[in-house]
């Protein structure tokens, strides 16, 4: 039996000569070591390549070897033209980006150009306030994820990492114990291959930070020695500020010595900084899955740096989507169908009865005009003002990096990065009039523009989702926001009990609200058409179409209305949510549920029903002047502003009579969640008059309601 970590293999080489290779069997698709052959005119040096068998079967010695040439006078190769087979491997990138903000399009499009699967950001220089959402949105492409790190204490700093949505991420541990540097660690899961990736920059050090080189070494030392132990594959990136090119620095000895002593290897060796040193780098076992590093492009002072593994490279996540052509729908042929459909011709029903005949009829007519269809997409990063001009710059860029990388020539150099600001600027401009003529192009229509500039300033807020099975994470949401309302409502009560609650005050109206008022169709009309064009899946058809067919349907919604309100009774079937979880602030970790807060969705029809009655009831308090004299929501002309008005009016009032004041701003967390519904029910009766079948409606409305959790659309 062959031992685990290594396995040998007896080569005999030129009839006489016997060359040893260790191999090293690692869980990884294929591993390159060199191999010397000599001629007798020149010596070369070529890769031994070994495809490894299945997992489930010992490596034999009739294992496949191919040989690869190698690049000469290099060990960093270019992606574009490596003499490599093609790995299908996963690339990390390692940027020093000295401020995100000004580099967004620059990183897009490095993204875009190269197709990389993960990339580490230090020295983003934004801040967890809401500010820069819109430069965190900005950097995020279709089919990535963002994991943002940014440094609270002072200015600059900051680690953001990029991945795909295929890579399966999770964090590890938060550094709070670390001063001397900023670390983030994930655990990525590629093909049930895991890979550590521990991000760290270290600033330099001064009286702010209050860090010495000491300091860092002391600590670093400490993280290595818990995750070098790990048995999982192990990649340490990042900014280092260590001159790793000048060997005879003492601090640079010491920390090949300390990488050495845990077994681990730096694998970047060529300049990284336009000063000409290597500060970023790529750390890894010695004996890894690294197959290559390559110095890409100067995006700020740094160079970008390509790290190739051998991995199986991840896809971008695939979408299974489902559509309707909506606008193939013949308007007219469609209004008829409703008018000669059961809504017109059934007898009188039930209240449920038509309500579920409602959704019934108009969800089968929709799919008789607009049947549902499906489709993959993939979602990948969008470039649409890529044009040939950019690619021949960037065609041109690439050969004027070739030739500098071979002469080391000053003159090279800065033929090359001329041609990389030309390259630049071609982008910027292109982005520019992409975005010119599509405002242009949209100027006489408004939901288009809207959407064009949302997406200019990235207003959009994209659910973000922690990595856990779908059913498990349906279930720990449901149960933190219903227990957490529960938990809530437990510590009032608790209060409750050891505080005087005030008597409500008797009711001073003479007048009483028994029974609501029936709707008309061109009531229903005008809430319908004053009503945004929002829908959810619980609608049997989208609210345009709705709006588009309102002469047909509005008669039945009136109906449905007039029996609500009438009977006392809210349709069960508006009774039901649709809960979209949303992460609070983009810097809080996704996998933790009590940082989401859910947003529910209802049907239309439920909205119109609501109105109908909003309509009626605050007709009722205005008539008996019943609304509280300090209300400023839910009341007509009395909105957030007025309230402001209100306070700054009031405490410029006490200042002018040279007295103090104290303004108490209280938050109540899930306030209309927490409200006791007997309490609410009661003072509806007592302090308001309503009574009867409006009473009854209200109860109807309150009890009995349901909620599910949608996440992904």
Known sequence: MLPAEFIYFTLLEEGARLLHVCVRACVCASVWLPRRTSTSTSTSTSYLHCNRPSTSQPLRASAIFTTIPRQPNSSHTNIESANLPDYNSVIICIINARSVRNKTTDILDH???????IVVITETWLTNKDSDLSVTRALTPSGYNL????????????????????????????FSNIHSFEAMSLKLTLYRKCVILLVVYRPPP???????????????????????????????VGDFIFNFDINTDVHVR?????????????????????????????????????????????ISDHCAVHCRIALRKRPFRRELKTYRKMKAINLTSFSTDIENSDLYTSQERLLEESVTQYNDVLGDLLEKHAPLKTKWLTIRPAAPWVNDDILSARKERRRMERRWRLSRLTVDREIFMNQRDIVKKTLYTANSEFYANQIKDQAGNPKALFRTVGSLLHTKRLPALPNEHLGQLLYELSTYFIDKVDIIRRDIDNIGNCVAVRPDEPCG?????????????????????????????????????????????APVIADIVNV????????????????????????LDANDVKYYRPVSNLSFVFKIVEKVVAVRFSKHLSDNDL?????????????????????????????????????????????????DHTIMLTRLRDRFGITATCLAWFESYLVNRSQRIQMHG
């Not at 993204?111 to 699967?117: M, T």
């Not at 336009?274 to 100067?298: K, M, N, P, W």
């Not at 929002?534 to 067919?549: R, Y």
């Open 111 to 117: 993204i875009h150009e190269h197709d990389l699967d």
């Open 147 to 174: 994991i943002h790190h940014p440094r609270c204490s002072r200015r600059g700093g900051g680690i953001a990492i990029l991945l795909k949505e295929s890579v399966k991420a999770t964090s590890l541990k938060t």
């Open 206 to 236: 001064n009286k702010k930070n209050g860090s010495s080189v000491v300091d860092f070494f002391e600590e670093f030392a400490d993280i290595l020695d818990i995750y070098a132990t790990l048995p999982d594959e192990l990649v340490i």
């Open 254 to 298: 010491r920390f090949r010595d300390l990488l050495y002593s845990h077994g681990l290897t730096q694998y970047v060796e060529v300049a990284i900084h336009q000063e000409g040193h290597t500060l970023d780098l790529i750390i890894a076992r010695t004996y890894s899955c690294v197959v290559d590093t390559v110095v890409a492009d100067l």
């Open 509 to 553: 109206i003479s007048s009483y609200l028994s029974s609501f008022m029936p709707t008309t169709t061109d009531e229903i009309t005008k809430l319908v058409c004053k009503s945004a064009c929002k829908s959810c899946m619980l609608d049997p058809i989208p609210t345009h179409l709705l709006k588009a067919n309102l002469s047909s349907l």
């Open 564 to 587: 609500s309100i009438t009977t006392g009774v809210f349709p069960s079937a508006f009774k039901k949510a649709l809960v979209t979880p949303l992460l609070k602030k983009t810097t």
């Open 627 to 675: 609304y509280e004299q300090m209300q400023s929501a839910y009341r007509p002309n009395h909105s957030t502003e007025t309230a402001i008005l209100r306070v700054r009016n009031d405490l410029l009032c006490i200042l002018d009579e040279h007295k103090a004041a104290i303004l108490v701003l209280l938050y109540l967390s899930a306030a209309f969640d927490t409200i």
